[in-house]
């Protein structure tokens, strides 16, 4: 129930601060933050009291009783549909992922968003109800349908309060999103479908569909369906080009949430789906998925470089990065898996203050393109140090988050493939470069006059805060990762047992 | 009933040309006026066709439903004419593709 | 008291944060006091712990906590504390002291005096983890903070595009480098499953032997590394850039400490090193080939601080010469004696451009020596030390090293004598610095000596410079014993009158003018040569056109996004269909209903059609 009540606390919190846009039009944006923060306690209080995380033990993963928690429902029972949670330590991460950069979402764009906020913030809430379902769902359909709840709040999201070609960008993240939910959504009832030919029985139940015996065809392309899927929302490439102009024309707020947590989705679909549900087919798979991720990471960077639209280029950064967790996925092996699963989180992080920092510059410059800045560290020296803080992080400094994924990433990725690795760790170089050049376009080089009498644009309180909060995290998790890597490792140790064993024979 | 014997297959054959002829009109003429006189022959060749079939069975069904046609007839022209009078009056004239105004 | 030496990084760190975090609030004598005090304090530490170590010279190790642990994989945070790594926390936390000492000064002026502090404290804590790492991981995350803070520093002031592109030039070279040593650190993780340094060499020498092809390689990536950070061939092209930062930055980072981080890697890793003969052969060649290069580069600068900064790849080259012959205590000790006359002569020459209007072009000075005493001493004796004049600091590590050079077998020789040119022509460009700018007419006058806190770190690196090339440095017990043999007693005496003859030349060339060269340099191949010297051999030119250009090339290609053209094509065909399709919407209900009835029919026909084979 407590995972039920996660997801349901979040969309009646939206249908709140919706109404509560007629007491104010500041009311909605706190009811937001407090709903979460009370979400966040919600899970953080049940957890407390939990024997199981202190000795998170390995879940069996077919046996739901050895996970965190589990919880089952009948919802269509002539089909096998059922309302089935659970939770195990990279749900967990997950989940507090999202709830933490929730509040930083609301938090960024506590001042950018002039009309409707009510909606607003109804529509940020749900599209964090539908990704903490997502996380828990293992039912398939329900996780296809949370899968869609996340979509279509983000779409207004963008469509109703993005900037100047919300349209366009709109309605191009609405098609490539649904198209692969279409992919995803055939391969489920397929998958299924096998099963019920197999055992005579209907089930949409992860438990129930992990052991599916099937040709090595169909297990190809249903794989394929799942992998398409996915990797579409990480975004590997070549399915990445709706991501830019989605990030671009997004609010502060959709942006953070897109970057942070939605893409998320997609590494965690693979890692939980894609891959133990059709071990043999993805095994097989690995050495294309793998190149993609490296074409991804040099072409993010490449493109990253040449953009001249400061949140563009953070956007395409983003590219880069989720290559690398495409490449820990893939490399399958606990040190890579670990680092996809730590890049989820520090790539959280770093992205979303990047974001906010993009954000908070166009609130008071009304610009984002990098040639009409530079300088700016002079009339805003707090959020100049910020940024760097965020840019050295982005490229993979050691004692940050970043650093450790990366690191983990290509250290298990070498034992499977020196010379991809030596590729991959190319992206070390680049990454460098755009960075940098970001750092140098917008805050470093001469002042320019038009910004001079800018008055007190510097960050504040709030803005320092939030900051503040993803900066620790990032410290935290790069001088002391250790809780994150054990409450992933058993998670991981298992998924990499039950693959290997489904292989073996 | 001796005297009347006519064969069901003529009274069909008459209603199936009086349907085609109201199409046709109905294809043809462009005046709105001739439009719902057409669509008024094709709802008396379905009605005729009705009866036909009700007298060939000896049931009662056909003229219960030619009495249907009948009203839905009369609210049509009801309808049909005011809609006349609208077309007249936005487009100052009973042409149909003057008002062609809903085109892809 | 070697147990607080995890105290030695924190300091500077703390203060670091102290001063990013409050600078708003501190006056500029207590931004001064920390970062100069913090330092002095961390030097104070390793002092004392130095003391207890010399009493008692057993490795101490210490970790702090687990970092990561994964499957097999395990790094700590835990620090190492042998000789080497005493000489190396001496030199950073001693020379760093006097430098920021010199800073407060040289900074005074400075709007920014918080920020400066805060990155040099940040630097110094970095490069103290760097040398006290216990293993690579944590040496990594030395590196690449170095690495940070140096991108920082060299951009410091900001304002300029020029600064900020030369710090960018600096941070992607070296991560280029470092880049290799990652790969490094994989293959040797996953070859001897463990980063930990001692523990590694232990596990090499069971599984490898010498000459085999995994150390190889593994040293070459590790190589990669060094030559990065340590401005050498072929990733030199950064450190004469990075002059653009303040000049003690230069002092302390891109000749004392940073730039040296290279050897010390190599010295650090030297038992895998030996494993791999052919890889220390490259080294060697590496280190005398960009020794060469930087001193005749340096021979036509004319930028005070240029100079000076090929000079330190030229010095550097030959600790790499040192660590390629396996004179690895040699290479350490001229790592420390450079560190001092380095440092001593950037320092002086940062006296020279603030007290002479931030002028650099040393044909614009001139005359200096009655002007600024302490400033001309200070020249005077760190290029003796450079040039390795009898009894001076630099005499007894050069000296060192060209002989243990001389004795290896085969190749010795030969080195040797590339290792004397590099020598003549050290002195050569060293004193001609000190005759261009200090004899002569004066071209610009200056507006002010030196003040106590600036004079004061030249005096002491003065006494350093001459005195240090007595010091001994405690790592008999971390290297392997050198070739002992004595050579012949004419190679010690070509050895050192060579640095002689340069001096007389320098003498001959730019003081009294004797020597009038100017109809060879004036000559067309004279002219090219020296352009050819002048720009660094046109490395930069080289690697402009063949990656900077490219990238940007690629990068303006790609911009267009051609991935997405495809996606654009299927939305040009939808809408292609859609405008044809649209057609028969044209609003005319007459069409409408023929198309009805066609349809009508059709189905009709078709259904007749079927129907009787149906039935």
Known sequence: ??????????????????????????????????????????????????????????????????????????????????????????????????????????????????????????????TLAGVLGGFMALDLLLFFLFWEVMLIPMYLMIAIWGHENRAYASMKFFIFTQVSGLLLLVSILALAGINHSASGVWSFSYFDLLNTHMTAGAAHWLMLGFFIAFVVKLPGFPFHTWLPDAHTQAPTAGSVILAGILLKTGAYGLIRFAVPLFPEAAINFSGIAIALGVVGIIYGAVLAFAQTDFKRLVAYSSVSHMGFVLLGVYAWNELALQGAVMQMVAHGFSTAALFMIAGSLQERLHTRDMREMGGLWQQMPRMGAVTMFFIVASLGLPGLGNFVAEFLVLLGLFQVDPWITAIAALGLITGAIYSLILMQRSFQGQPKDKWVDLGTADFAGREMLTMAVMMLALIALGIYPQPVLDTAQPVLQSLIEMVAVEIAP | MDGLNIPLNHILLLSSLLFCIGMLGLMIRRNIIFILMSLEVMLNAAALAFVAAGAYWGQPDGQVVFLLILSVAAAEVAVGLGLVLQVQRRFKSLDMDSANRMRG | ??????????????????????????????????????????????????????????????????????????????????????????????????????????????????????????????????????????????????????????????????????????????????????????????????????????????????????????????????????????????????????????????????????????????????????????????????????????????????????????????????????????????????????????????????????????????????????????????????????????????????????????????????????????????????????????????????????????????????????????????????????????????????????????????????????????????????????????????????????????????????????????VSVNQCVNRWLSQSQNGQMRWYLVSMVAGLILLLTLALQISPEAS
């Open chain 1, 1 to 126: 129930m407590v995972m039920l009540n996660l997801i349901l606390i979040l969309l009646v919190g939206g249908l709140v601060a919706a109404l509560s846009e007629r007491f104010g039009e500041k009311v909605p944006r706190q009811v937001a933050l407090v709903v979460i923060l009370i979400d966040l306690l919600y899970l953080l209080t049940h957890l407390w009291g939990m024997d199981g995380l202190s000795q998170l033990q390995a879940p069996v993963v077919n046996d739901p009783a050895t996970w965190l928690m589990h919880f089952k429902t009948p919802w269509i029972p002539a089909f096998g549909i059922s309302i089935e949670l659970a939770l195990d330590g990279i749900s967990l991460l997950m989940l507090i992922l999202t709830l933490v950069l929730g509040m930083v979402a609301v938090s960024s764009s506590w001042t950018d968003i002039n009309h409707r906020q009510g909606f607003f913030e109804a529509n940020l809430l749900w």
């Open chain 3, 1 to 570: 008291m070697r147990e607080i030496i995890w105290l030695v990084p924190l300091i500077p760190l703390l203060s670091s944060l102290a001063l990013m975090l409050g600078s708003a609030s501190f006056s500029r004598w207590i931004i001064g006091g920390l970062g100069a005090g913090s330092v002095g304090l961390a030097a104070l530490l390793t002092l004392l712990s130095g003391i207890d170590f010399l009493a008692q010279p057993q490795p101490y190790q210490t970790t702090l906590w687990t970092w990561m642990q994964v499957a097999n994989f395990s790094a700590s945070i835990s620090f190492y504390f042998d000789g080497l790594t005493l000489v190396m926390m001496s030199v950073i936390t001693g020379v760093g002291f006097l430098i920021h000492l010199f800073s407060t000064e040289f900074m005074q002026e400075d709007a920014s005096y918080a920020r400066y502090f805060a990155y040099l404290n940040m630097f110094v804590a970095a490069m103290l983890i760097l040398v006290m790492a216990d293993n690579l991981l944590l040496l990594y995350l030395g590196w690449e903070g170095v690495g940070v803070c140096s991108y920082l520093l060299v951009g410091f002031w900001y304002q300029n595009s020029a600064n900020g592109q030369a710090a960018r030039k600096a941070f992607v070279v070296t991560r280029i480098g470092d880049t290799a040593m990652a790969l490094g650190l994989f293959l040797l993780f996953t070859s001897l499953g463990t980063l930990d340094i001692q523990q590694m060499v232990v596990e090499a020498n069971n599984l490898w032997l010498v000459g085999d092809m995994l150390p190889v390689v593994a040293c070459l990536l590790l190589l990669g590394g060094a030559v990065g950070k340590s401005a050498q061939l072929p990733l030199h092209t950064w450190l004469p850039d990075a002059m653009a930062g303040p000049t003690p930055v230069s002092a302390l980072i891109h000749a004392a400490t940073m730039v040296t981080a290279g050897v010390y890697l190599i010295a650090r890793t030297h038992g895998l090193f030996l494993l791999a003969p052919s890889a220390m052969m490259v080294v060697a060649v590496l280190g005398i080939a960009t020794s060469l290069m930087a001193a005749f580069t340096a021979l036509m600068q004319s930028d005070i601080k240029r100079i000076l900064a090929y000079s330190t790849i030229s010095q550097i080259g030959y600790m790499f010469l040192a660590l390629g012959v396996g004179a690895w205590t040699a290479g350490i000790f001229h790592l420390m004696t450079h560190a001092f006359f380095k440092a001593l002569l950037f320092l002086g020459s940062g006296a020279i451009i603030h007290c002479l209007h931030h002028e650099h072009n040393i044909f614009k000075m001139g005359g200096l020596r009655s002007k600024m005493p302490v400033t001309f001493w200070s020249f005077m004796i760190g290029s003796a030390a450079l040039a390795a004049l009898p009894f001076t600091a630099g005499f007894f590590s050069k000296d060192q090293i060209l002989l243990q050079a001389y004795q290896l077998p085969e190749y010795g020789i030969w080195l040797w004598l590339a290792g004397l040119l590099g020598a003549l022509l050290t002195a050569i460009y060293s004193f001609r610095l000190v005759f261009v700018v200090f004899y002569g007419k004066a071209n610009t006058q200056p507006d002010k000596e030196v003040g106590w806190r600036m004079a004061m770190p030249l005096s002491a690196l003065c006494l350093l410079s001459l005195i240090g090339g007595y010091f001994i440095i405690p790592v008999q017990d971390v290297f392997p014993e050198a070739l002992h043999g004595h050579p012949a007693h004419w190679v010690e005496y070509i050895s050192i009158s060579v640095p002689l003859i340069g001096v007389a030349v320098a003498y001959l060339l730019f003081y009294s003018k004797r020597l009038n060269i100017n109809p060879l340099v004036q000559s067309a191949v004279g002219s090219k040569l020296g352009e050819f010297w002048r720009i660094g051999w046109a490395v930069d030119r080289l690697y402009d056109g063949l990656f900077v250009r490219p990238y940007y090339a690629v990068s303006a290609l790609l911009k267009s996004e051609s991935v997405d053209g495809f996606y654009a094509l299927v």
